[in-house]
């Protein structure tokens, strides 16, 4: 019996959603050929690199072909990529923004701003796994909780997906740990000056 091609795709799409390393490279490969679906190599090259970090040779190989191939074009400088991203945010091309944002986490790897920036527009974009994977970057590069709260757009734009919950959460937590984390050290801190200060003071 002939399987369906749809099914087969729906089902390539979910493993690789769910981690599979080799679902994600076949995944991307199947969009950067066009097999079954949209030709989309900026998305083809997201599932690549997915399977690429979790080992896949193959996927590191076609990664770094694509790059070999690909048109050579003046660097942009962070600034310019930011506000090129924010352009095309503002003129609702979230995909291409999503894409500018990328480049800047490339260029600046310790900034959790431009996560954020792509976490946004994916999500705008209807890409939540995408959305939720930079949003958790922005975190692990030190965005704190207090300061995701604080955008007035953010239940607009993240709605009220139970995966965005996660995510908030998480961010909670390690807000929280980080206060306590920093409450200890200056706590220890303190103790070390008090038993300094008493050791010089019986010399």
Not at 142 to 163: A, C, K, T, W
Request: glycine letters at 6%; proline letters at 3%.
């Amino acid at each position: 019996m002939k399987k369906d091609p749809k099914a087969v795709l729906t089902a390539n799409r979910r493993r690789a959603e769910d981690g599979d390393k080799w679902a994600q490279e076949k995944l991307g490969m199947r969009l950067l050929a066009g097999d079954g679906v949209t030709r989309d190599e900026h998305e083809a090259k997201k599932w690549l690199q997915l399977a690429a970090e979790q080992g896949s040779q193959s996927a590191t190989r076609t990664l770094e072909e694509i790059n070999l191939r690909a048109p050579s074009r003046p660097a942009q400088s962070f600034k310019a990529e930011m506000e090129r991203g924010l352009q095309l945010s503002f003129r609702g091309d979230h995909q291409m923004a999503a894409e500018a944002f990328f480049n800047c986490t490339e260029m600046a790897p310790a900034d959790p701003a431009p996560c954020y920036n792509a976490a946004c527009s994916y999500a705008l974009a209807g890409q939540v796994d995408w959305a939720c994977r930079y949003l958790n970057e922005a975190i692990d590069r030190g965005m704190e909780y207090s300061e995701l709260v604080q955008d007035p757009d953010r239940d607009h734009i993240f709605g009220n997906d139970h995966r965005y919950a996660e995510v908030w959460l998480t961010a909670e937590q390690r807000s929280r740990e980080a206060r306590l984390h920093e409450r200890d050290a200056k706590a220890s801190a303190r103790k070390a000056a008090m038993a300094e200060a008493e050791l010089l003071a019986r010399g």
